[in-house]
Protein backbone atom coordinates (compact mmCIF):
# COMPACT_ATOMS: atom_id res chain seq x y z
CA UNK A 1 0.00 0.00 0.00
CA UNK A 2 1.70 3.47 -0.99
CA UNK A 3 1.22 6.85 0.10
CA UNK A 4 -0.01 7.93 -3.43
CA UNK A 5 -2.55 5.34 -3.47
CA UNK A 6 -4.43 6.38 -0.44
CA UNK A 7 -3.95 10.03 -2.00
CA UNK A 8 -5.96 9.06 -5.21
CA UNK A 9 -8.40 6.75 -3.19
CA UNK A 10 -9.04 10.00 -0.85
CA UNK A 11 -9.71 12.21 -3.59
CA UNK A 12 -11.93 9.52 -5.72
CA UNK A 13 -14.03 8.84 -2.48
CA UNK A 14 -14.27 12.54 -1.76
CA UNK A 15 -14.95 14.09 -5.31
CA UNK A 16 -17.29 11.01 -6.42
CA UNK A 17 -15.33 10.17 -8.98
CA UNK A 18 -12.60 9.13 -10.81
CA UNK A 19 -12.80 11.94 -14.01
CA UNK A 20 -13.14 14.94 -10.98
CA UNK A 21 -10.22 13.27 -8.60
CA UNK A 22 -7.94 13.19 -11.94
CA UNK A 23 -8.90 16.82 -12.36
CA UNK A 24 -7.73 18.36 -8.96
CA UNK A 25 -4.78 15.86 -8.65
CA UNK A 26 -3.68 17.46 -12.28
CA UNK A 27 -3.34 13.59 -13.65
CA UNK A 28 -4.88 11.67 -16.34
CA UNK A 29 -7.25 9.94 -15.04
CA UNK A 30 -5.80 6.46 -16.59
CA UNK A 31 -3.41 6.41 -13.62
CA UNK A 32 -5.84 7.28 -11.31
CA UNK A 33 -7.84 4.19 -11.88
CA UNK A 34 -4.94 2.02 -12.69
CA UNK A 35 -3.73 3.02 -8.87
CA UNK A 36 -7.47 2.19 -7.46
CA UNK A 37 -7.18 -0.72 -8.85
CA UNK A 38 -3.53 -2.23 -7.73
CA UNK A 39 -4.82 -1.02 -4.15
CA UNK A 40 -7.95 -2.97 -4.64
CA UNK A 41 -6.07 -5.93 -5.97
CA UNK A 42 -3.00 -6.03 -2.98
CA UNK A 43 -6.36 -5.57 -0.66
CA UNK A 44 -8.38 -8.41 -2.07
CA UNK A 45 -11.27 -6.65 -1.69
CA UNK A 46 -13.22 -4.36 -4.06
CA UNK A 47 -13.28 -0.51 -2.66
CA UNK A 48 -15.70 1.24 -4.95
CA UNK A 49 -19.04 -0.08 -6.50
CA UNK A 50 -18.19 1.67 -10.51
CA UNK A 51 -21.81 2.16 -12.48
CA UNK A 52 -21.76 4.44 -15.60
CA UNK A 53 -23.32 7.08 -13.66
CA UNK A 54 -21.42 7.32 -9.85
CA UNK A 55 -18.78 5.74 -8.09
CA UNK A 56 -19.82 4.70 -4.50
CA UNK A 57 -18.07 3.27 -1.62
CA UNK A 58 -18.60 -0.43 -0.52
CA UNK A 59 -18.48 -1.22 3.02
CA UNK A 60 -14.19 -2.53 3.06
CA UNK A 61 -14.11 1.17 1.47
CA UNK A 62 -15.84 3.25 4.31
CA UNK A 63 -13.84 1.18 6.73
CA UNK A 64 -10.20 2.50 5.02
CA UNK A 65 -11.50 5.65 3.87
CA UNK A 66 -11.23 6.34 7.67
CA UNK A 67 -7.98 4.91 8.21
CA UNK A 68 -6.51 6.56 4.81
CA UNK A 69 -7.63 10.40 5.95
CA UNK A 70 -5.78 9.97 9.02
CA UNK A 71 -2.63 8.59 7.71
CA UNK A 72 -2.86 11.23 5.09
CA UNK A 73 -3.37 14.36 7.98
CA UNK A 74 -0.28 13.04 10.04
CA UNK A 75 1.84 12.91 6.83
CA UNK A 76 0.61 16.77 6.44
CA UNK A 77 1.05 17.30 9.64
CA UNK A 78 4.46 15.79 9.37
CA UNK A 79 5.09 18.10 6.25
CA UNK A 80 4.05 21.41 8.47
CA UNK A 81 6.31 20.51 11.08
CA UNK A 82 9.30 19.87 8.52
CA UNK A 83 8.26 23.51 6.42
CA UNK A 84 8.09 25.13 10.06
CA UNK A 85 11.50 24.09 11.29
CA UNK A 86 13.40 24.67 7.58
CA UNK A 87 11.88 28.11 8.31
CA UNK A 88 13.17 28.28 11.59
CA UNK A 89 16.34 27.39 10.55
CA UNK A 90 16.48 29.92 7.93
CA UNK A 91 15.26 32.63 10.17
CA UNK A 92 16.28 35.50 12.39
CA UNK A 93 15.10 35.94 15.69
CA UNK A 94 14.75 39.59 17.44
CA UNK A 95 13.95 39.42 21.13
CA UNK A 96 13.30 42.47 23.04
CA UNK A 97 13.35 41.82 27.06
CA UNK A 98 12.81 43.53 30.27
CA UNK A 99 15.64 43.25 33.36
CA UNK A 100 12.65 41.95 35.31
CA UNK A 101 11.60 38.13 34.38
CA UNK A 102 10.57 36.98 37.51
CA UNK A 103 11.36 33.37 37.46
CA UNK A 104 11.98 33.34 33.79
CA UNK A 105 15.96 32.44 33.09
CA UNK A 106 16.25 33.93 29.67
CA UNK A 107 19.73 33.08 29.37
CA UNK A 108 18.70 29.51 29.78
CA UNK A 109 15.80 29.70 27.86
CA UNK A 110 18.00 31.00 25.11
CA UNK A 111 20.32 28.53 25.49
CA UNK A 112 17.96 25.56 25.32
CA UNK A 113 16.75 27.02 22.14
CA UNK A 114 20.08 27.67 20.43
CA UNK A 115 20.47 23.84 20.61
CA UNK A 116 17.25 23.04 19.33
CA UNK A 117 17.91 25.42 16.55
CA UNK A 118 21.67 25.83 16.09
CA UNK A 119 21.18 27.87 12.84
CA UNK A 120 18.80 30.73 13.79
CA UNK A 121 20.15 34.13 13.79
CA UNK A 122 18.98 35.56 17.42
CA UNK A 123 19.52 39.28 19.05
CA UNK A 124 18.42 40.54 22.07
CA UNK A 125 17.99 44.07 22.81
CA UNK A 126 17.16 44.84 26.61
CA UNK A 127 14.69 48.11 27.81
CA UNK A 128 11.69 49.28 29.67
CA UNK A 129 8.81 47.69 28.49
CA UNK A 130 7.68 51.06 26.93
CA UNK A 131 10.67 51.36 24.83
CA UNK A 132 10.37 48.00 23.77
CA UNK A 133 6.94 47.99 22.45
CA UNK A 134 8.00 50.61 20.41
CA UNK A 135 10.47 48.35 19.01
CA UNK A 136 7.85 45.99 18.35
CA UNK A 137 5.89 48.24 16.47
CA UNK A 138 8.16 49.84 14.65
CA UNK A 139 9.81 46.14 13.47
CA UNK A 140 12.58 46.33 15.28
CA UNK A 141 11.81 43.49 17.51
CA UNK A 142 9.97 40.44 16.77
CA UNK A 143 8.99 39.65 20.17
CA UNK A 144 9.09 40.76 23.88
CA UNK A 145 9.36 39.49 26.95
CA UNK A 146 8.10 41.81 30.29
CA UNK A 147 5.57 42.79 32.28
CA UNK A 148 1.89 42.66 30.83
CA UNK A 149 0.19 45.76 32.07
CA UNK A 150 -3.70 46.03 32.67
CA UNK A 151 -3.50 48.70 29.82
CA UNK A 152 -1.40 47.03 27.56
CA UNK A 153 -2.80 48.84 23.99
CA UNK A 154 -5.32 46.42 21.86
CA UNK A 155 -2.76 46.55 19.67
CA UNK A 156 -0.68 43.84 21.08
CA UNK A 157 -1.20 40.51 22.01
CA UNK A 158 0.11 39.14 25.59
CA UNK A 159 0.57 35.41 26.74
CA UNK A 160 1.22 35.21 30.37
CA UNK A 161 4.38 33.53 31.07
CA UNK A 162 5.15 33.13 34.85
CA UNK A 163 3.71 35.82 37.93
CA UNK A 164 6.00 38.74 39.44
CA UNK A 165 5.53 40.33 43.16
CA UNK A 166 6.79 43.46 44.72
CA UNK A 167 8.84 43.91 47.77
CA UNK A 168 10.33 47.12 49.69
CA UNK A 169 14.31 47.13 49.48
CA UNK A 170 16.04 49.07 52.11
CA UNK A 171 20.04 50.11 52.60
CA UNK A 172 21.16 47.51 54.61
CA UNK A 173 21.63 49.35 57.83
CA UNK A 174 19.83 46.42 60.39
CA UNK A 175 16.58 48.47 60.22
CA UNK A 176 14.52 45.35 60.98
CA UNK A 177 12.96 42.59 59.01
CA UNK A 178 9.78 40.78 58.84
CA UNK A 179 6.53 42.81 57.12
CA UNK A 180 6.05 46.61 57.00
CA UNK A 181 3.82 49.25 54.93
CA UNK A 182 4.90 51.80 52.64
CA UNK A 183 3.17 54.51 54.75
CA UNK A 184 5.90 53.64 57.13
CA UNK A 185 8.36 55.26 54.84
CA UNK A 186 6.80 57.86 53.78
CA UNK A 187 9.31 60.34 55.80
CA UNK A 188 11.98 58.51 53.80
CA UNK A 189 13.40 59.18 50.03
CA UNK A 190 12.65 56.53 47.47
CA UNK A 191 14.15 55.30 44.31
CA UNK A 192 11.68 54.53 41.09
CA UNK A 193 12.53 54.57 37.52
CA UNK A 194 11.65 57.84 35.85
CA UNK A 195 8.10 58.92 35.92
CA UNK A 196 5.88 57.27 33.19
CA UNK A 197 7.27 54.17 33.35
CA UNK A 198 4.87 51.03 34.84
CA UNK A 199 7.08 50.87 38.14
CA UNK A 200 6.72 54.20 39.19
CA UNK A 201 2.77 54.05 38.03
CA UNK A 202 2.62 51.54 40.82
CA UNK A 203 4.55 53.11 43.58
CA UNK A 204 2.70 56.08 43.27
CA UNK A 205 -1.03 54.53 43.04
CA UNK A 206 0.27 52.15 46.34
CA UNK A 207 1.62 55.52 47.78
CA UNK A 208 -1.68 56.90 47.23
CA UNK A 209 -3.99 54.38 48.36
CA UNK A 210 -1.92 54.67 52.22
CA UNK A 211 -2.30 58.36 51.92
CA UNK A 212 1.03 59.92 51.17
CA UNK A 213 2.17 61.18 47.70
CA UNK A 214 6.41 59.61 47.73
CA UNK A 215 9.26 61.83 47.40
CA UNK A 216 11.75 60.51 44.60
CA UNK A 217 14.44 62.95 44.50
CA UNK A 218 16.56 59.80 42.94
CA UNK A 219 15.70 58.25 39.56
CA UNK A 220 17.36 54.93 38.01
CA UNK A 221 16.95 53.93 34.22
CA UNK A 222 17.07 50.31 35.33
CA UNK A 223 16.30 47.92 38.63
CA UNK A 224 19.68 47.31 39.21
CA UNK A 225 20.21 50.87 39.05
CA UNK A 226 17.34 50.90 41.72
CA UNK A 227 19.19 48.79 43.93
CA UNK A 228 22.48 50.39 43.28
CA UNK A 229 21.47 53.44 45.13
CA UNK A 230 19.16 51.94 47.49
CA UNK A 231 22.45 49.99 48.55
CA UNK A 232 24.18 53.66 48.72
CA UNK A 233 21.86 54.39 51.48
CA UNK A 234 20.24 57.00 49.09
CA UNK A 235 16.66 56.07 49.80
CA UNK A 236 13.92 53.06 49.95
CA UNK A 237 12.75 51.55 46.81
CA UNK A 238 9.44 49.38 45.24
CA UNK A 239 11.09 46.52 43.42
CA UNK A 240 10.39 43.21 41.75
CA UNK A 241 11.22 40.11 44.41
CA UNK A 242 13.04 38.57 41.63
CA UNK A 243 15.61 41.65 40.95
CA UNK A 244 15.93 42.49 44.82
CA UNK A 245 17.15 38.87 45.44
CA UNK A 246 19.06 38.10 42.60
CA UNK A 247 22.97 38.78 43.39
CA UNK A 248 24.11 42.48 43.14
CA UNK A 249 24.67 44.98 45.67
CA UNK A 250 23.20 44.23 50.07
CA UNK A 251 20.06 45.41 50.40
CA UNK A 252 17.31 44.46 52.95
CA UNK A 253 14.61 42.87 51.83
CA UNK A 254 11.13 43.50 53.76
CA UNK A 255 7.81 42.25 52.50
CA UNK A 256 5.05 44.39 52.05
CA UNK A 257 1.69 43.67 54.60
CA UNK A 258 -0.56 44.79 51.41
CA UNK A 259 1.87 44.52 48.49
CA UNK A 260 0.66 46.55 45.25
CA UNK A 261 0.31 43.72 42.61
CA UNK A 262 3.17 43.20 40.01
CA UNK A 263 1.92 42.32 36.08
CA UNK A 264 2.58 39.28 35.10
CA UNK A 265 5.55 38.40 32.50
CA UNK A 266 4.82 37.47 29.62
CA UNK A 267 5.35 37.01 26.00
CA UNK A 268 4.50 40.40 23.91
CA UNK A 269 3.68 40.48 20.27
CA UNK A 270 2.07 42.36 17.71
CA UNK A 271 -1.66 41.57 17.19
CA UNK A 272 -1.97 41.99 13.24
CA UNK A 273 1.48 41.01 12.99
CA UNK A 274 1.82 37.32 11.19
CA UNK A 275 3.55 34.77 13.54
CA UNK A 276 7.34 34.07 11.59
CA UNK A 277 8.58 30.10 11.82
CA UNK A 278 11.56 31.15 14.00
CA UNK A 279 8.61 33.14 17.04
CA UNK A 280 6.21 30.65 16.63
CA UNK A 281 9.14 28.14 17.47
CA UNK A 282 10.39 30.44 20.57
CA UNK A 283 6.78 30.87 21.70
CA UNK A 284 6.59 27.00 21.57
CA UNK A 285 9.73 26.81 23.55
CA UNK A 286 8.63 29.45 26.50
CA UNK A 287 5.51 27.38 26.64
CA UNK A 288 6.75 24.22 26.73
CA UNK A 289 4.72 23.18 23.79
CA UNK A 290 6.90 21.33 21.28
Given at each position: ????????????????????????????????????????????????????????LTHAGELLLVRAR?????????????????????????????????????????????????????????????????????????????????????????????????????????????????????????????????????????????????????????????????????????????????????????????PPRHPPIGLIRLR???????????????????
Amino acid sequence: MELRQLTYFEAVARLGGFSRAAEQLRIAQPAVSAQIRNLERELGTTLFERTTRRVTLTHAGELLLVRARAVLAEVQGARADLDQLAGVLRGRLSIGATPVLGSLDLPAELAGFHRRYPELTITTRTGLVADLLSGLADGDIDVVLGPVHDDLPERYRAQRLVGESLVLITPPDGAGAGTTTLAAHRDRPFVCLPAGSGLRSILTRAAADEGFTPRVPFEAPDPAGIRALVAAGMGVALLAESAATADGPPVAVRRLKAPPRHPPIGLIRLRDRALTPAVRAWQRHLTRQG
